[in-house]
């Protein structure tokens, strides 16, 4: 345990973020979870829509070091190829 005023004030600010954190992560996951559900099921416009939202979740994960920001832009060119590739499935 903390003995020194500072120690506790970090120890609770460390609290704090790590909640934020895990809020925002768990987020991000189900938005990207949400996008790849609407493509398994064909459905693309959903799918589409999906990914601007989660875009913009990624770039602002990915900005605030939540997440890596190469992964995060390998997140979002994985969802936009698998979208891609149902277009062209569905096309054929």
Known sequence: ???TKSAKKRLRQDG???DRNRADR???RTIVKKVRKSVEEGNIAAAEESLRLAARKLDQAGASNLI???AAARTKSRLQHLIKKAKNATKS
Request: no cysteine; aromatic share 0%; hydrophobic share 15%.
């Open 1 to 3: 345990m903390p003995n």
């Open 26 to 28: 768990t987020q991000v």
């Open 68 to 70: 890596h920001r190469n």
């Open 16 to 18: 704090e973020r790590r």
